[in-house]
């Protein structure tokens, strides 16, 4: 007996025509995760749930490592309340245990007084007894491990004695000298950061960071414009200048003018006043319009349309090309494609704090799992961008003492205001990032790491960065979070060029943002020939000469090396706006 004709009929039905009602269940499956997000922040619930119930599962099945947690508890204890007792009687005793080398919290001399003394030193016990309890437990994922004891940290966090009154001597002491005029300080501070962040509004004093009054004030004009980046050409400030122009994409997560601040802060000016004809793109601040603009786009209609148009103005001239953050990556790719087609306008290749392998890439990976990706896809399907602030707390929480409590403690307990300084107003002034964008990049370079094993496609066409022969300087930051230096440096095992490595001191950005004027900054730099052996980093920083002061010296000579002698400028091509342009100030 065969099947009704109908059913045969839906049994014969194509692959490829879709169900009205799987594709119903699908939408509405995306549309309650986009919700649900919103009350997780943008954190999927399942990705935690997978990560805590790996360690618990694996830790319930080990007796010896409970066993051994127990005793190092006790021991612990012992020795803290042997400790306790001899401070308590005022006697001078060396700290019980240590604070790691970052944490500063518990830094200030009134910390070192009883009870104060004792209060934090059983908050670290506590702290190392739970780093103990999530490390080291056979059989769990490293990724889920590290997302347990990085989850455990910030509960920790947000109970340390350092974040409450009554137990933050600095603030005791404030609340005395000041007869508790910090509080209603403090109070105030939180009323307006509260009607700031309900109203969307930026922090309070970057009103005087204005781009094009105050801060990106490089002379230059807009000199092509698309429907995502604007290129602004710089204008010469010396009598004679190298022929070779400098193309600097940044990353279109933030505005470009990171590299163009105040004055005395700014990178662009220090290359312009040296001879340098610098080109940046401006990135569009994207809306729902450009949902489905791809990295492809990014590709396309920003790198290699700004080639094509610097080298329509300054024709016949090689380029040296920049990267910043994600730029760098999508320079490295461009590179590679013009490689792999014997595309012969390049002079070198800079990557600041761009990574081209992404298996290392530090704590930002810990939000980076199928489960995650999956819910900020949902998030993005669903309003057609990710917003900066939907993107702000993963990278406070990478930093939580630093970027979160430091501060609440600064200017809720003690009612002090940071000053507000150009980088930190550039901080606040984020943009949003496409969905088909933003999801391409995660799935295609974060979480399967496509550029480095050879399987991220530019034109329908594969890319290896083995292609690139270009001489290449790399950037990397020590106090990085967004781009590990160790994971910078990785360029060197996928490249047969020259490489010039520097790591300078301070973080992703402060680092970069690196004034000669200031005296507290170092790096160091190495050079590895194309044909040297490959150095591993450690070795490598081991190796590497220090230097005192700005990197940003030693990259203009690098870049002037490799250029011809210095001849007199090209008339500045006719603009379409002033610099800094129009999409700087897109909200």
Known sequence: MGLPLDLRARVARKDDEPDAAAVLALETDRLARAYAARATLGISPAALALAFGDWWLHLAASPGKLVELQRKAARKWLRYLAWLAETSRGRACASC?????Q???FAGPAWQQWPFNAVYQGFLFWQQWWHNATTGVHGVSPHHEHVVNFALRQLLDLWSPGNFAWTNPEVLAAARNEAGVNFLNGAANFADDLRREMLGEPPAG????VPGETVALTPGRVVMRNRLVELIQYAPSTAEVYPEPLLIVPAWIMKYYILDLSPANSLVKH???RGHTVFILSWKNPGPAERDLSMDDYLELGVMQSLEAVGRILPQRR??????CLGGTLA???AAAMARDHDERLASLTLLAGQVDFEEAGELTLFID???VSLLEDVMRAQGYLDARQMAGAFQLLRSNDLVWSRRVREYLLGRREPMTDLLAWNADATRMPYRMHAGYLRRLFLNNDLSAGRYEVRGRRVALSDIRLPLFAVGTVKDHVAPWRSVYKVNLYTDAEVTFLLTSGGHNAGIVSDPARTDRSFQVATRTHDEPYIDPDDWAALAPRMAGSWWPQWQRWLAERSAPMQAPAPLAAGLDPAPGRYVHER
């Open 103 to 105: 944490d500063k919290r």
């Open 332 to 334: 490295a790719v461009a």
């Open 97 to 101: 245990i240590e604070p790691l080398e």
């Open 370 to 372: 199928d489960s995650e």
């Open 271 to 273: 290359l312009v006043d």
């Open 319 to 324: 380029i040296h090309l920049a990267g910043y």
């Open 206 to 209: 970057t009103e005087n960071f």
